[in-house]
């Protein structure tokens, strides 16, 4: 059973940062991608970034050059460093791990808010 434990959640005022983590039950090497998805009330879940076996990494344009994504392949952990954030950035954020199939973290709350 493949596992997904997410931290580093909460409220940050905005400008703020935070670093969320995802740590995998497995070898994060069991998988060709991670990602991180968000998801507002209301909203459908959107890609905010992935990061391949290899290492690369892609951003879409709405938070490029804020959203940092990483990985610790000895502690089988991602992270997701946001920076600078916006009261837009409140949401779910969801770690995700792909091979075969998809597995999906609990979800973490993230609020911006001052």
């Known amino acids: 059973q493949v596992q997904l434990v997410e931290s580093g959640g909460g409220l940050v005022q905005p400008g703020g940062s935070l670093r969320l983590s995802c740590a995998a039950s497995?070898?994060?090497?069991?998988?060709?991608?991670m990602g991180w998805y968000r998801q507002a009330p209301g909203n459908q879940r959107e890609l905010v970034a992935t990061?391949?076996?290899?290492?690369?990494?892609n951003y879409p344009d709405s938070v490029k050059g804020r959203f940092t994504i990483s990985r610790d392949n000895a502690k089988n952990t991602v992270y997701l460093q946001i920076d600078t954030v916006k009261p837009e950035d409140t949401a779910v954020y969801y770690c995700?791990?792909?091979?075969?199939?998809?597995?999906w973290g609990q979800g973490t709350q993230v609020t911006v808010s001052s």
């Open positions: 995700n791990a792909k091979n075969r199939l998809d597995y």
């Open positions: 497995v070898s994060i090497f069991s998988f060709n991608s």
């Open positions: 990061i391949t076996s290899f290492g690369r990494t």
